[in-house]
């Protein structure tokens, strides 16, 4: 029984690697094909420019428009990018194949082993984007992952899929420091869990507390720490952990337009990401700590700064916070013009927080 | 009041060149053998331009005593292939100071050959040796001086006077002086150098001191038309210079002597028996039309004396009173001053009034001045104010100053006539320019004639780009009159012009290998000081040398932004060169495939169309 789920499983990856081969593979043929016609080969790419992000309400999420721009290897101001961006695929194409991993930075240095010139790494994030835009697929599906920052504590059994390690399983509640999201991780099979909630939490420091506190038996829950705005791997994760496992997840940030927005990211993807279909998780909730908690709760608070103030204004403008909750606690931020951080219930004691606050949250995050 | 009475002198022009040499450029060794060079090689191409010679000229400076160091005595030879110098002028044009044979309105590089006896004198006064001028006119004999100057009383002093056999005729130099020629070498160098540029038609070569030899033969077989002697232009005249024309213009009542009698008699065909004066004029009134003017006036003012030839020896005319109509005379006879009415009806009367008051303003007009015709003249009188047939003798001072104004205000006057100027002209200066820089683009242009204060000048001006040109241009080569310019570059208005403009504009950035000649000829330059090196900015002469660059600028504009679609060209041919074939390596493997596709011809087939078109378009650009 069980090796037939793992292979099942097996089958799975193997066949997502497939898949991702040969559309790279089709690609690699059309400008194999343009070139033996004596031909410059040419490709569309959506644009990503601000007038072509649009809010899809159905889909609850950023999406790209249908503008899109020529690329030409005929264009000798394209030229390079175009090749860049051949490079990158023929490279993604390799990790791909040989199942190895690299990171962004990786990705810069390694152009030097082939002649392709960056100018810096700036410039070859912004290629890989342009391979992300062109195939919609996320760039860790080429293997090519940031640098992790972000941690999962939980009861959640995983298996890995990376080279040397398939089929070894790992649960995630026996490191208390939780592991990091890495793209073993990412890429992971999930295999079962006893939790009934994900619950991402914005600060490394809170992640300790709830870890201490065994919130996850005490909710049966998985805790992620997003450390800020949360990594694209990580919000790839909360998916798979929503969609794969039916878990619910609950966002708990800062009181100010930061968090919410963090929230709001993870929910609904950023202007950034909105050629990628795979990184929001709809249903995500945002349980605090409102604008509202800072006045019901009487924290402690700090006054906003320009910048927060302008942030809310600019949130306004944005249409997924034209009503309901978004639109409510955006106004009392500005009406407050004070922000309170997750910390300040330690105010009422070390474990407030955990004992009183996220209790309540929970029971109201059913209701929302 | 003074005891001690002030002493008046007067001192002799060699004397207050002396005393004030820095003027002409003779401050020190280094400014001093540079000088000297300019002005003997200048002199020689004057002389051969003027007989119309191709000129070769031969410049020699050796050390007296070569391991002495700077400054130290030179020797500096200069010899040409002109005309020579009269043997009996010799001494005089090169012992003397302002003597020359250059006086008149038309361009030549130097004024009165003063600069030549300058570096004479400087020499004197530095070695204390004698110059030696050897001459040949005729290419058979040849007069040999050696001359000293007596400053005090600027005489030539002859040391050595000899005469001997020759097969060629022109003029030999020599002088020594104190020089310093490592520090004047660069400069001097240079001189000849430019001075070929502009000069195609001559052959320079140049023996230094330190044995080199440098040779510039000529490329140009034509020498330019040489400059005529001209009238001057109504817009460079003023108040005193019309006066001066006025006299000249106006004729003298005749003395009524034996002489003129006689005259008067044997154009009327009179023997010698006394006629009576109703017979005189009689004859007179038949033959008027074929008497010269001054018969005409004598049997005019016979008209209003009624005298015939024996009374009128006797009288002296003193006034014609043409305002008032009265004719004053002296009478021996009787020893007194006596007056009579003319009558103004009389024909006579206006022979005399035409001969007291001069041309009538259009007469005037189109006879003392260059390129006015009866139209012409008619319209200016028109402008201003005067009647036409207005006598010049009839005008008062403010009537002169009036017409003075006039004259620079009316605008329908043609261009001052360039017969009096030598420009190079446009094919030769530019065979020079690619000759001397071998340069990927020229453009030349010589602007019409325009005048400054009266004095007609023409700028030519030519501009070129890469080639054998080093960066870091424009660098500007100066000339007036066919003199290279080297000093006092900065304060020069053609350097002003060329650095206002903004070569952005025209496509020039960075370090540009660019070069710009500019010429300007005039019966004046207007250098800013005497030592000849700069131009000054008038506003006429900045106006076409801008006029002059902006053409230019605007044809290196366009040769710029084609060569620059040329470079792009070859730049996009390298791009494709370059990147091309890493695509194919990189969707070989991507496609899965095992030869790489056949993309060669893709670049093959773009390098050539482009380079065969940038070739054509610079070509085009050339001619």
Known sequence: ?368 | MSLIKEKFNQISPSEFFYSNRDLAGFSNPTRSLYTAVREFVENALDACDQKGILPDVHLTIKAVEPEKPDPKPYILTVKDNGPGVDSKHIPLAFGTVLYGSKFGLKQARGMFGLGATMAILYGQITTNKPVIVKSSVDGKLQDEFELLLDIQKNKPVIVKHTTKETSKHGLSVSICLEGDYSKAGNKIRDYVYETSLITPYASITFDDPKGEKFQHPRFVKDIPPAPTIIRPHPHGIDVERIRRMIVESQFEIPTIDDAMIEKVRKDLGLSKKNLSFTAIMEKARKKWKTLPRQVRVVIALMSFLKMDFEKLSKITIEDLDIPNKKLHYWDFGESQSKSIDMDPESQYYKQLTNTVQGEPLTTFLTKRFQRIGPTTANKFAEFSGFKPEKRMGTMSNQELVQLSDSLQKFEDFLAPDPSCLAPLGEAPLEKGIKKFFNPDFTAVVQRPASAYSGFPFIVEMGIAYGGDIKTGGPHVYRYANRIPLLYDEGSDVVLKVVNDTDWGRYKVKGDPPFIIVSHICSTRIPYKTAGKENVADRPEIERELRLALQFLSRKLAAYMSKRGQAEMAKKRANLYAKYIPLIAQFCTELAGKKKEPNYKKLIDEEMPVETSKTVKETKVENE
């Open chain 1, 1 to 368: 029984m069980k090796t037939n789920k793992i292979k099942e499983r097996s089958k799975k990856a193997d066949e997502k690697q497939k898949s991702i081969l040969e559309m790279l593979k089709s690609h690699g043929a059309k400008i194999y094909d343009d070139l033996d016609h004596g031909q410059f080969p040419k490709f569309s790419i959506p644009s990503r420019s601000v007038s072509n992000i649009v809010y899809d309400k159905k889909l609850r999420q950023y999406i790209l428009g249908n503008n899109a721009a020529l690329r030409s290897s005929r264009n000798s101001s394209q030229l390079r990018s175009f090749t860049q961006l051949m490079w990158l695929a023929f490279f993604a194409n390799r990790l791909t194949q040989e199942k190895k991993s690299s990171t962004l930075r990786d990705v810069y240095y390694s152009s030097q082993a082939f002649a392709i010139e960056f100018e810096d790494q700036s410039e070859s994030d912004n290629i890989i984007v342009d391979l992300e835009a062109v195939t919609s697929k996320p760039r860790e599906d080429f293997h090519i992952f940031p640098e992790e920052r972000s941690s999962i504590f939980g009861d959640l059994n995983i298996e890995y899929t990376i080279p040397g390690y398939e089929g070894k399983t790992m649960n995630l509640s026996n490191h208390p420091d939780g592991y990091s999201i890495g793209p073993s991780l990412t890429t992971a099979e999930l295999v079962d869990t006893s939790a009934e909630i994900v619950i991402a939490i914005e600060k490394g420091g809170l992640f300790t507390r709830f870890v201490e506190e065994q919130i996850d038996k005490k909710f049966k829950s998985i805790i992620i720490n997003t450390g800020g705005q949360a990594p694209r791997s990580t919000r790839t994760l909360l998916k798979r952990l929503h969609d794969e496992m039916g878990l619910p997840v609950i966002v708990l940030t800062d009181g100010d337009v930061y968090g919410e927005h963090i929230a709001m990211v993870i929910k609904s993807g950023s202007a950034n990401a909105a050629h990628l279909r795979e990184l929001t998780v709809p249903d995500a909730k945002w349980v605090g700590v409102w604008a509202t908690d800072i006045e019901k709760y009487k924290l402690p608070t700090i006054p906003m700064t320009e910048s927060d103030i302008k942030r809310c204004y600019d949130l306004q403008k944005d249409p997924r916070y034209e009503d309901g909750i978004w639109k409510k606690e955006l106004d009392v931020f500005l009406r407050l013009k004070r922000k309170a951080e997750l910390e300040a219930f330690s105010k009422y004691g070390l474990t407030n927080i955990t004992e009183k606050y996220l209790p309540q949250k929970l029971e109201l995050a059913k209701s929302l």
